[in-house]
T-cell receptor, first 113, second 113 residues
Framework: DAGVIQSPRHEVTEMGQEVTLRCKPISGHNSLFWYRQTMMRGLELLIYFNNNVPIDDSGMPEDRFSAKMPNASFSTLKIQPSEPRDSAVYFC???????????FGSGTQLSVL | AQSVTQPDIHITVSEGASLELRCNYSYGATPYLFWYVQSPGQGLQLLLKYFSGDTLVQGIKGFEAEFKRSQSSFNLRKPSVHWSDAAEYFCAVGTQGNEKLTFGTGTRLTIIP
């Protein structure tokens, strides 16, 4: 298995632009998580899904952030409009249920200028 | 809400020396505890986890951790480090398996020859 696949690997955009981050979880996994990593705040859970349904989005910082999981093999995290303080590394992770190990993708390095 | 403290931001050890990384947690019930490792530019990889049972947990790459309820600690140990162990290490606590993990701020490990 190729593991959790995230795209793009790097994204540079200007303030006010829409940004879409993509994630393909490991086949067969039914839980998907979006995390954000910054120097100031460390790793933060933004939102997670179980069986394609959002379970908890309390970590989403603002209404500018939205996430979808239209099917078991694809999820997106969208920021509209983007701001410089959104610059961070965004990780997607998946697992088979909550009692199995999390597998992380390599992350998307987002820079908002 | 749960929290995790990793008091050491940066640790330097000599290759072949023993290692202990500290982790203290705060959670009212029995926690689910994890140690993850992150190499530069990569996602996180699970080293080991504690859910219940034996308080001494063995993980990958020769790491182990001991859950001490009385001290609210889950320290990571390795008897002899290798240069390839240089990375950032994160302790995490969950309320139900890996659901809604709270991560510590991380400890960066440097290995010197």
């Amino acid at each position: 298995d190729a593991g959790v696949i995230q795209s793009p690997r790097h994204e540079v955009t200007e303030m006010g632009q829409e940004v879409t981050l993509r994630c393909k979880p490991i086949s067969g996994h039914n839980s998907l998580f979006w995390y954000r990593q910054t120097m100031m705040r460390g790793l933060e859970l933004l939102i997670y899904f179980n069986n394609n349904v959002p379970i908890d989005d309390s970590g989403m910082p603002e209404d500018r952030f939205s996430a979808k999981m239209p099917n078991a093999s694809f999820s997106t995290l969208k920021i509209q409009p983007s701001e410089p303080r959104d610059s961070a590394v965004y990780f997607c992770a998946s697992s088979f249920g909550f009692n199995e190990k999390l597998f992380f993708g390599s992350g998307t390095q987002l820079s908002v200028l | 809400a749960q929290s995790v403290t990793q008091p050491d931001i940066h640790i330097t050890v000599s290759e072949g020396a023993s290692l202990e990384l500290r982790c203290n947690y705060s959670y009212g019930a029995t926690p689910y505890l994890f140690w993850y490792v992150q190499s530069p530019g990569q996602g996180l990889q699970l080293l080991l986890k504690y859910f219940s049972g034996d308080t001494l947990v063995q993980g990958i790459k020769g790491f182990e951790a001991e859950f001490k309820r009385s001290q609210s600690s889950f320290n990571l140990r390795k008897p002899s480090v290798h240069w390839s162990d240089a990375a950032e290490y994160f302790c995490a606590v969950g309320t139900q398996g890996n659901e809604k993990l709270t991560f510590g701020t991380g400890t960066r490990l440097t290995i010197i020859p």
